[in-house]
């Protein structure tokens, strides 16, 4: 039995905040402040200097990445007449095919060798269409079947093209709108946004905004992450070539 003088609680430790905090500490916790990220520069140039210039109010084709890359190889583009830098790295080469003379229009392969990081997306597409000034524009882009979400399942061979669009809904039938909740967080999303909303210095001719649609073809693969570093998409193309050969 306990004595009458026992403290069951004498031999506890006090609580952290019971004991007298000291100025240093104090110090301490004030000088704690939030760090904001600086984000690298983007520097986009073009070779040659005014390539845009005989191409301004033109429609304009960007096709990108895996999809971009593929329909090049047989879409007879023809000699590069252009390219597209960011960072002193190649991403859009520029093509005036023939067969787009009735168009009148100018062909961007876009990120068929390195992806851009997700901070120079915006910047890039900002730039591409305060150049060219296009009447309209197409894009050429992909989204990932297996991870699309739908009501219903979608066997992969059955996977359906589907459309984003500025404007209006395509005459083709067979394409579907790319609906909610999938993002699509390439740099197709960058062009479309930009192209949705008149910039400032397009506000007086807002009504003659160019119109935008992208056309996106269904692949199996599920995107890969997009590096932070534009140094780094050397070694994760080599990967991702590797991971698609085998």
């Known amino acids: 039995m306990y004595g009458r003088d026992y403290d069951p609680f004498a031999d506890t430790s006090a609580a ?13 916790f004030l000088q704690l402040k939030p760090t904001e990220a600086s984000l690298p520069l983007v520097d986009v140039t073009f070779l040659p200097s005014e390539i845009y210039r005989q191409d301004e109010g033109k429609t304009l084709i960007v096709a990108t990445g895996e999809v971009g890359r593929l329909w090049a190889r047989g879409a007879n ?10 960072n002193k790295r190649a991403i859009g080469l520029v093509f005036r095919p023939t067969w787009t003379n009735n168009a009148n229009a ?5 990120e068929a060798l390195s992806h851009l990081p ?12 305060s150049n060219w000034k296009p009447s309209r ?14 009501s219903a399942p979608i066997l992969a061979h059955e996977a359906p093209l589907r ?3 500025t404007d209006k809904t395509p005459r083709k039938k067979d394409l ?3 609906e909610p909740p999938n993002l699509l967080q390439s740099t197709t999303s960058a062009f479309l946004t930009l192209l949705s909303f008149p910039r400032p210095h397009d506000a007086p001719e807002a009504s003659n ?8 073809v269904p692949t199996h693969r599920v995107p890969l992450p997009y590096s932070h570093n534009l140094n780094d998409e050397e070694q994760e193309e080599e990967s991702q070539s590797s991971r698609y050969s085998s």
């Open 16 to 28: 952290r905040y019971a004991y007298e905090s000291d100025d240093e500490d104090d110090n301490d």
């Open 77 to 86: 583009l023809g000699e590069q007449a252009g390219q597209i830098n960011v």
């Open 176 to 178: 579907l709108p790319f």
């Open 163 to 165: 459309y984003l669009s």
């Open 209 to 216: 905004s160019p119109q935008g649609l992208s056309i996106l």
């Open 137 to 150: 524009m197409v894009l050429l882009d992909s989204y990932s079947s297996s991870t699309y979400i739908s």
């Open 106 to 110: 100018t062909v961007i392969v876009s």
């Open 118 to 129: 997700v901070w120079a997306m915006y910047t890039y597409a900002e730039t591409v269409l």
